[in-house]
């Protein structure tokens, strides 16, 4: 069975950060700036299933992320997501652990001419009310330096 997520993150060429297990990639969608996933480089789908190693792993790289996009962008709140459901509108389904995470924002940011506001702070981003803001390859690697520079 084919993986999308396991191509994706194979040929990866700009993470934010990689480490043994996971891989963190700006979404390219900003409308929540500093948007990315952050995948295991292993194809697993069940959380449960996630090693010990790997775990204490994720934290780190949470950790470090969370402090780099708070010092390039300063978001007031972070959301980290595990949904996977995009995998089981397939049959049968074969989803690949990755989390989305979404800096909120209460206040809109500008960077690089551009405004992002974040008009649901504060409340979960309804699927029928999210917003997307694809940004060119170039506005990415503008955020990804900036996020790496820290
Ligand atoms: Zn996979």
């Known amino acids: 069975m084919t993986c999308d997520l396991c191509g994706f993150v194979e040929n990866a060429d700009n993470s934010i950060i990689e480490t043994k297990h996971w891989i963190v990639l700006l979404a390219s969608d900003q409308a929540y700036l500093g948007r990315c996933y952050i ?7 069940d959380l449960t299933k996630i090693k010990k190693e790997e775990w204490s792993e994720f934290f780190e790289v949470i950790k470090k992320l969370e402090k ?5 962008f300063n978001p007031d709140l972070f959301n980290l997501t595990c949904l996977m459901n995009l995998a089981y509108q397939n049959n049968p389904p074969n989803p ?7 800096p909120r924002y209460k206040n809109k940011i500008k960077f690089n001419g551009l405004t992002f506001v974040d008009p649901e702070f504060g409340h979960h981003y309804a699927r029928e009310h999210e917003r997307s803001m694809e940004v060119d390859q170039s506005i990415q690697n503008e955020i990804i330096s900036r996020i790496k520079a820290i």
Do not use: E, F
């Open 39 to 45: 995948t295991l480089k292993r194809h697993c789908g």
């Open 68 to 72: 780099a996009i708070t010092k390039a």
């Open 96 to 102: 690949h652990i990755h989390w989305h995470l979404r």
